[in-house]
């Protein structure tokens, strides 16, 4: 598909490998991708493309991935390919979003790709997926703007932390490994035990710049303005869903002021109420929404 056409939408098909490159070439300042996956050869060929357009120290490649250990583990995403692409272009940013499934890939606001391919080599070749090409600039702002509001529910993921991401994710494929190949307790152990270990690092990662209060009241504006007005039983589970390691169950654990855990509904329900007492949302007794107060703040920020 020429990149270059006139036609405000097209449909993605397999491969399409040829138009995600394409796009790459036409983004001058900023290529924005959404991918829960991401493998090396993708991560490499924009650096090469972006290197050979002479636009290393001027283009932003902005990532939001789903840094999950078991992400991590399986190789289904690359992390020693996020820390190649952030030494290599010094303007780019990683996001780690845990509720992470779309695929969304933006070349500044001239064009949009939604589709079901994550940023892998299957995904550009491989597998069977589809999506549709956007050039309508009102469309491409519309799917820009969603995506922008939704990473920042997410929190950005410094070189330091690439870095000593990839170092425990290579060990941990190491401990795995041998742990495959042997049913011995302490081998099994050690593999649990720097899983945890690399589990911490992500919650730290998280933890970042952050406090539970303020990424619950952003998630509870985003959700209602997503969603319209919700019960506190609807709007509870939505939040639990973008933010599945701070609204866990089974753990109850307090990193730099952010706590993680068996008592998320309670900092929720904190947060309905500071939204609430600044008058950006209301409460109609027994639904939640966002007042016009609200959604002009929104916009503003």
Partial sequence: ???????????VASPWAT????LV????????VASPFISNKPLKRIVQIVEDRQLLNSISVDIVANLAVDN???GALDVAALLYLVQAIPNSTVTYLPSLHAKIYIADTKVAVVTS???TNRGLAGNREYGVLLRDPALVAKVRTDLTKYALLGSKVSLETLTALTQASQELKAVRQKADRSI???LKAAFEQRTEEVKFELLKARAKGKTTHGIFCDTVLYTLEQKGPLRTVELHPLVQQIHPDLCDDTIDRVIDGVHFGKRWKHYVRNAQQAL?????IGFDGQRWFRTDQG?????QN
């Avoid at 138009?19 to 394409?22: D, K, L, S």
């Avoid at 959604?295 to 916009?299: A, T, Y």
């Fill in 19 to 22: 138009t995600f490159y394409g």
């Fill in 1 to 11: 598909m020429d990149i270059a056409q006139d036609a405000p939408v097209e449909l």
């Fill in 25 to 32: 070439n036409i983004a001058e300042k900023e290529l924005l």
């Fill in 72 to 74: 991590l583990l399986s």
């Fill in 295 to 299: 959604l002009k703040e929104r916009f």
């Fill in 117 to 119: 391919a994550n940023l």
């Fill in 276 to 280: 609430r007492r600044k008058g950006v």
């Fill in 184 to 186: 011995k307790a302490k």
